[in-house]
């Protein structure tokens, strides 16, 4: 399998433009974040030092933000997941605040997402099992003075995309 295709134009807001070496660091950590900086610098054809000061850089810079692990959610005990569609009554800054503040630290939350159209929050959550899933909606949302609706569509699987690439 070859190098994904990143496009050569792309500035960082803000910062300058990403160059085909960022380019090609980029796509390298994307595919494998936990590659060493020696097989890094291997794969883009650089010296190691230059590959560290390179990747350094584009943390510095706020294009890469961090790296993460990735788990298994049925190992760890929590293969229901669902995303939540979530409509607020009000859409007052107080009650905005409430529910961000409060929502992403609930448990099982792994991503909220602040949207447009006829939902004002989509929550992705993973739980042990449906009953947990009934229950968490209940004790969390339904109950939350601020939320007017929700709707839960289950998740049967999650394929992963190749993701974010600099365009």
Known sequence: MGQPHI?????????????????RILAALVEDARVTNKQLA?????????????TRALSERG?????????????????????????????????ID???ARVPHLPGVLATFHTSGAVDYMLHIAVG????????????LTTDPVVGHTETTLVF??????GPLPE
Do not use: Y
């Open 7 to 23: 496009p050569t134009t792309h500035r960082h807001v803000g910062g300058e433009p990403l160059d085909d070496v960022d380019r």
């Open 129 to 140: 099992s449906t009953e947990e899933l009934r229950d968490w909606v209940l004790d969390n």
């Open 98 to 100: 409430s529910f961000t």
């Open 63 to 95: 294009i890469i933000t961090g790296f993460e692990a990735k788990v298994d959610l049925a190992a760890v005990g929590r293969s229901v997941q669902a995303l939540i569609s979530v409509r607020l009554r009000a859409h007052d800054r107080d009650q």
């Open 42 to 54: 291997e794969m883009v054809g650089i010296a190691p030092s230059t590959a560290l000061m390179r």
């Open 157 to 162: 699987e999650q394929i992963p995309g190749r």
